[in-house]
């Protein structure tokens, strides 16, 4: 892989763990806003929870902001 396309990868990957342990990555689509799969949030999401975010070696806490009507059908993961 190019090594510019991997660098760049790094900066917008933001790792996600859940409290269910489940654990998975997501990226930026925005300055502090991530795009990750459902199934990476479903448990956190029910029990209203938040999510530990890793980026650029830093742990935030972070949380759901809003699910498609029927993430189950669209989580293509």
């Known amino acids: 892989m190019d090594d510019w396309i991997a660098e760049n990868l790094k ?3 933001v790792r996600l763990q859940g409290v269910d342990g ?3 990555t997501g990226f930026f689509v925005a ?3 991530v795009l990750t799969c459902f199934h990476v949030v479903k448990a956190t999401h029910a029990q209203k ?3 530990v975010a890793e980026w650029q070696n ?3 806490s972070a949380c759901v902001e809003a699910l498609p ?3 189950e059908i ?3 993961a």
């Open 11 to 13: 900066e917008c990957t």
């Open 31 to 33: 300055p502090g806003l």
């Open 58 to 60: 830093q742990q935030y």
């Open 49 to 51: 929870q938040t999510i």
């Open 69 to 71: 009507n029927n993430p």
């Open 74 to 76: 669209v989580d293509l």
């Open 22 to 24: 489940e654990l998975g």
